[in-house]
């Protein structure tokens, strides 16, 4: 209820925050937090093309939620009414990580969600695509093994379809009119196909 986020960490500080959701927790200093982001952090190699992540780097940016730190600095720069400034750091989070370096994951509906609140209505729609292209290539992938091998993957047959359900949810409430009837009819689908190949 006492953190501040600046940008990877918290900050403790005696300022009561109400928390507003199970990954929201803690306040965020916009100004602080902005300035870190986009200015004081040095991000090394990870501004070139050629930098391989392997999986342990991988997983530090999962366990830090880093997607997630960029959309709740975005949410909130949007509620002070700084929208240029909120998709500045939404283009900066895709800059540095996109699906090629970090892939696309559990936090990708967020952002998609702020840039369409940004009525950055491209932008949200090209990623949403794209997110549900990948989602819809593992699928296929996954549901195409034999019974052993499908059951390893369970989880993340069950991740994935939960990912393009959200997807569905934030087009369809953002704009019904763009990629959202598209995205539904693959949920649809390869949720048929879930049901059919494993008999639930």
């Not at 929208?83 to 090629?100: G, I, N, Q, T």
């Not at 370096?101 to 695509?129: L, Q, V």
């Amino acid at each position: 209820d006492y953190f501040q986020l600046e940008g990877f960490a918290y900050r403790f500080v005696p300022i009561k925050t109400t928390r507003s959701g199970f990954l929201e927790y803690g306040r965020i200093n916009t100004d602080v937090m902005y300035d870190n982001l986009m200015n004081n952090f040095r991000w090394g190699g990870m501004e070139g093309t050629d930098l391989h992540l392997g999986y342990y780097e991988r997983r530090t940016f999962s366990v830090i939620k880093i997607r997630n730190n960029f959309a709740r600095l975005a949410k909130k720069l949007l509620l002070e009414g700084k929208r240029d400034s909120a998709v500045a750091v939404l283009d900066r989070c895709l800059e540095l990580f996109p699906h090629e370096r970090i892939p696309y994951h559990y936090f990708m509906p967020g952002i998609i969600e702020t840039y369409y609140k940004a009525e950055e209505i491209e932008k949200a729609e090209k990623i949403a695509e794209e997110f549900a292209l990948i989602c819809e290539d593992n699928l296929s992938y996954y549901l195409s093994l034999k019974p052993g091998m499908r059951k390893s993957v369970t989880s993340d047959i069950q991740l994935h379809l939960q990912l393009l359900q959200m997807l569905t949810g934030v087009t369809k409430e953002s704009n019904p009119e763009g990629v959202a009837k598209s995205i539904e009819e693959k949920f649809s689908s390869l949720y048929s196909k879930y049901i059919q190949t494993t008999g639930q």
